[in-house]
């Protein structure tokens, strides 16, 4: 929009903290307080979720790489020559460079990202590596409307990796797979991650790991707050919290008050009572069933499905 043509550096950081002023001051306002888990990956949450995928107990992260590096030949064939390679998020370079190697001559790698600069330099590190590859990184909110610019004759090929789509609802998940049919178009192909339910120790083990770096990340946020909108949250006068709520079939994260306290954002005060909860994240497992239907009422039929050895994630190719 015009802030992205006309808007400094400086005024777009200044948009970035309203919203998140915005975002937190109506959260700790519902009767169950609640922040949006975007906002986890500021520089430091960024490197706690790095430390995350690389925990014992986290398994996505590894399972995902084990089907696309078994697959990757199989979705190359899928995508078909000069193919365009669309990325929801600009995440691991690793996953994307296992598709790039398995396409044949793929045309463009488009990254759509909110954060500029993190997207900027993973494209950089990658234009080196495929100096034939167009590098067409958008600076935008991929769950709002966004054009994509003008890509080669091949397929598109969206990637939505990591499970992401596991923090949204059903209701937004659906949408969100609707909005990226239209953003991809007719013929278009969607690689995309979920997560599989399973045994209960095995899923909270993994949202709260021995070494506390989970636990880290969630509390983050609290500092995060503290200095982009001068509240005055005290971590440690919370504690993390991770359990699976087996009725909604979610993982739920938690920071919740260890004492009766108040936190303060300018004029607006925030009352906690002892063991009150802020809900920070869900991150949804689903049945291959249950995940394909979804997609199905998004308008996407399924090519392929893939799991790990141990069955715990997924891959789906799906198509429209
Ligand atoms: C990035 C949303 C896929 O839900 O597993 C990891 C985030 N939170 N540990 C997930 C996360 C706590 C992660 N996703």
Known sequence: GAASLSGTGSDRADDAVAALRADVICGLSRP???????????????RLFDHICRLPEYYPTRCELEILKARAGEIGALAGPEASLVEFGSGSSIKVRLLLDAMAEPSAYVPIDISGPHMRAAVARLADAYPAVAMVPVEADFTQPVRLPPL??????GFFPGSTIGNFTPEAA????????????AGALFVIGFDLA???????????????VTA????????RINREVGADFEPAAFRHRAF??????????HLESVREQAVRIDRHHFAF?????IHTENSYKFSAEAFLAMARRAGWQKRRVWTDTRGWFAVAALER
């Open 152 to 157: 080669g004759q091949g397929r598109r090929v």
């Open 244 to 253: 699976f709520n087996a009725e909604e079939s979610r993982i739920e994260m």
């Open 273 to 277: 009572g002892m063991g009150e909860t």
């Open 174 to 185: 659906t949408d969100f797979l609707a909005h990226v049919g239209e953003v991809l178009g």
């Open 32 to 46: 169950q307080k609640a922040l949006p888990p975007k906002y986890f990956y500021d520089a430091a949450g960024s």
């Open 216 to 223: 880290a990340f969630n509390l983050n946020l609290l500092t």
């Open 198 to 212: 399973k045994a209960r120790t095995v899923l909270e083990a993994a949202y709260d790991d021995r070494q506390g």
